[in-house]
């Protein structure tokens, strides 16, 4: 899948830092990960990768259909 293989070179080659947890949540997030499991891959609060999720929802979604 290309956005996924987008997502990857994200967090395996990002020199902006705040961009390669953001890429990870996504990827568990499309993958149907659970937000506890999400939150412990990146060491965030559940409250803290809720919003990320959300935020991804609302602005970045439409960029990857």
Request: some cysteine; glycine content about 4%.
């Amino acid at each position: 899948m290309e956005d996924e293989g987008e997502l990857q070179r994200i967090t395996r080659g990002s020199k902006q830092p705040i961009r390669v947890p953001h890429a990870i949540v996504v990827m568990a997030s499309a993958q149907c990960q659970l937000v506890p499991l999400v939150r412990r891959m990146i060491l965030v609060s559940e409250r803290y990768a809720r919003q990320m999720i959300h935020g991804f929802n609302e602005r970045d979604s439409r960029r990857w259909t």
